[in-house]
């Protein structure tokens, strides 16, 4: 963000009140959840008492976060519509995800006091070593992916505060610290509902006003493609191998994603999953469409000469609003930033709170007494180690969490998603298949990371993950029968 763009936004008194009216809010929801606080339960999965709306909302937020508003315009600038194969999959794994997890998780919940996915891992396995593993992955996606929304927020708190992104992502921590730590899930899915509204109307009016700058579809083509031939081309400026590992990876990686997966829990009434599917899709078509037309947008002014080149393609959002939207509208649509991130960021914390506190020490045969206490002081040290990890970040938003996603997908997918459904998955072949996921994702992100290593074009490390830990679920699954538990699935409701 640039000094003249962090100037015009903090003088911009709409933009900072909008802000700090937003953080009241959150602080009368954590206020009012805290009250209702009581248990690791209500912590955890807020009780197992939310309704359809929204446990859906607190999803779509869950799911989008900075990734769609920061990383998703600043990943559309930087290799064109090749950047929508990451979206094209949202319709499809919505309802897979409702018909293949959603009812099962919600009915080892009923059945077995589950409330983490890691739980779901041990129950299914009868392998409190499953869980522990499967426990050890997430807290390491938690770290990346927390650090990744830490970072966008670091971006968005810098340009209406005029401080920088670092001290923006340390704001931004502590801010999601105070709500996060004190009401827990309860705070989050109902500061989410909240969240994804803001996200929903920002969004629509956002890309009304893209269109217009860029002069509309037309005006993009006519604009982008003499300057750029590849831009808007099928796979844009990737590779179609490249393109198509992101299908693949966001497709069936959407079945493993932790932070969306734990709302199934919270669910009051399973009977009312028929209508997750539809209340999902739409919520998600309209949020993303701020993703593909800052991008777009930003993309065609700078060609156009209107708009200095960026130096760093997370600054899209900002520099669009600081230069074409009215004051009332940037501070609506820094808010909904704001509020997306801090919802994932909350749901993160949860998440890998739950592995420190209960999944690890079941494998390694030991109770956490009074795991309210440690989960909350567990949200506080996870929350500041991914705010220092993302201070000394130099990667874009979007690339971290291609790759924070791509470790949850690669560790969980098989084990979860196939395993619930498969009577042939075994014990071993979950153990192998997140080992290999885990130790895949680490070791050639590292490797890329420090230049050791160069994939092939349109190659991976996050598609390579997932397919290898398929593989050796299936195989190790086929090689060692009768070595996996069989769990009665069945809600409670319906019997």
């Not at 009581?38 to 779509?60: C, E, H, K, N, Y």
């Not at 930087?78 to 929508?84: K, L, R, S």
């Amino acid at each position: 963000m640039t000094p003249q763009t962090q100037a015009a936004l903090t003088t911009q008194p709409p933009v900072v009140a909008t802000m700090v009216l937003y953080f009241v809010a959150v602080a009368g929801i954590a206020w009012w959840a805290t009250r209702r606080t009581r248990s690791v339960r209500d912590f955890f999965v807020a009780g197992g008492t939310i309704g359809l709306f929204p446990m859906a909302m607190a999803a779509m937020a869950a799911s989008l976060s900075g990734f769609a508003f920061i990383g998703g315009p600043g990943l559309v600038y930087t290799v064109g519509i090749g950047a929508v194969y990451v979206l094209l999959p949202l319709s499809l794994t919505t309802s897979m995800t409702a018909w293949l997890l959603a009812g099962k998780l919600r009915a080892l919940a009923d059945s077995h006091g589950a409330y983490t996915i890691p739980d779901a891992i041990g129950i299914r396995y009868q392998s409190p070593a499953a869980q522990g593993l499967a426990g050890v992955a997430l807290l390491v996606a938690v770290i990346g992916y927390l650090a990744t929304n830490f970072l966008a927020l670091g971006v968005v708190l810098g340009a209406v505060l005029g401080v920088s992104v670092t001290t923006g992502v340390w704001i931004g921590a502590l801010v999601t610290l105070a709500y996060s730590v004190s009401g827990g899930a309860l705070a989050g899915v109902y500061t989410d509902v909240l969240q994804g509204s803001v996200m929903a109307v920002a969004s629509i009016l956002v890309f009304a006003l893209a269109m217009s700058a860029g002069a509309g579809t037309e005006g993009f083509a006519a604009t982008i493609v003499p300057a750029d031939p590849a831009f808007l081309g099928p796979f844009g400026k990737l590779t179609p191998m490249a393109a198509l590992s992101l299908f693949f990876v966001f497709g069936i990686g959407a079945l493993g994603q932790p932070h969306v997966l734990h709302k199934f829990y919270m669910l009051k009434d399973p009977a009312r999953l028929r209508w997750y599917p539809m209340v999902m899709t739409i919520a998600m078509s309209l949020t993303v469409l701020l993703f593909v037309g800052v991008g777009l947008a930003v993309k065609a002014l700078v060609v156009r000469g209107e708009m200095p080149p960026l130096g760093r393609a997370d600054d899209a959002t900002p520099a669009f609003l600081t230069q074409y939207a009215p004051s009332w509208l940037a501070g609506l649509v820094f808010a909904g930033v704001a509020a997306a991130i801090m919802s994932s960021v909350n749901a993160f914390l949860s998440i890998g709170a739950a592995a420190v506190t209960h999944d690890i020490p079941r494998a390694l045969g030991r109770t956490v007494r009074d795991e309210l206490r440690w989960g909350r002081l567990s949200t506080l040290v996870i929350s500041l180690l991914a705010a220092a990890v993302a201070s000394r970040s130099q990667a874009m938003v979007a690339f971290l969490g291609i790759f924070g996603y791509g470790l949850f997908a690669s560790t969980l997918v098989p084990a979860l998603a196939i395993g619930l459904s498969w009577p042939g998955a075994t014990r071993a072949g979950a153990i192998a298949s997140i080992g290999t996921g885990l130790a895949v994702s680490l070791v050639m992100e590292s490797l890329a990371y420090m230049r050791v290593f160069t994939f092939p074009a349109g190659v991976t490390a996050t598609a390579l993950a997932l397919v290898s830990s398929l593989l050796v679920f299936l195989v190790v699954s086929r090689l060692t029968p009768g070595t996996g538990g069989r769990t009665e699935t069945r809600s409670r409701s319906k019997q």
